[in-house]
């Protein structure tokens, strides 16, 4: 059964800094994953999606990268800004679509 | 496009009570899921739906739980009878191809709430 690991469970930083979200998995028989942003009360907004073939995928100031052999992504964030402030989502898609979700990043960025 | 729409959004209700929810997917998408995300399991999915027919519904907690599509633009979720514990948010999501290979659109969720 595909578990998925979010590590850290919680983090905070100044305005400005670039940071790193981690995100595990146990089987590596994946076909693509996914990382989501989650504001409080709210849904979940898709930020990137990396096919298994893929190394990485870069939106703005978002880069994730995915090392299926390893069981590993990161979603890098770059010069951080208070609007980012949520909770990241990792999910693993190991067949017929379905998402193993981690438990989250709640990134706090203070001004 | 207007997105994944779900109704309600809210939801209180009384223990023995009987809970639709309901979810429209996106125009053209022709598979939908039914997450639900607690604070201590996080978010997990219930059903997966293809071309209307059920494929997995082995995350249904309970036979309380039942999920149908009637056609491709309309689904519910219901339970019955309701009970505290099935206090959670719960989101619809749709993607585009049966395949595992397209990315997945959530819905806002709908958060219950059963007294």
């Known amino acids: 059964k595909q578990e998925v690991t979010q590590i850290p469970a919680a983090l905070s930083v100044p305005e400005g800094e670039n940071l790193v979200l981690n995100c595990s998995f146990t089987?590596?028989?994946?076909?693509?994953l996914q990382w989501f942003r989650q504001d409080p009360g709210k849904g979940l907004t898709s930020l990137l999606l990396i096919q298994s073939s893929q190394r990485e995928q870069t939106s703005g100031r978002l880069n994730a990268s995915l090392d299926k052999s390893s069981g590993r992504s990161t979603l890098y964030i770059a010069a951080s800004q208070p609007g980012d402030s949520a909770t990241y989502l990792c999910a693993v898609n190991s067949g017929y679509s379905t998402l193993t979700f981690g438990k989250g990043t709640m990134l706090l960025v203070s001004p | 496009d207007a997105g994944v729409i779900q109704s309600p959004r809210h939801e209180v209700t009384e223990m023995g009570q009987e809970v639709t929810l309901r979810c429209k997917p996106i125009s053209g998408h022709n598979s939908l899921f039914w997450y639900r995300q607690t604070m201590m399991r996080g978010l997990e999915l219930l059903i997966y739906f293809n071309n209307n027919v059920p494929i997995d519904d082995s995350g249904m907690p309970e036979d309380r739980f039942s999920a149908k599509m009637p056609n491709a633009s309309f689904s519910t979720l219901k339970i019955q009878p309701s009970e505290p514990r099935d206090s959670a948010v719960y989101f619809c999501?749709?993607?585009?191809?049966?395949?595992?290979?397209?990315?997945?659109?959530f819905g806002p969720g709908t958060r219950l709430t059963v007294l």
């Open positions: 999501a749709s993607t585009q191809g049966q395949g595992s290979y397209n990315e997945q659109f």
């Open positions: 089987d590596s028989a994946i076909y693509n």
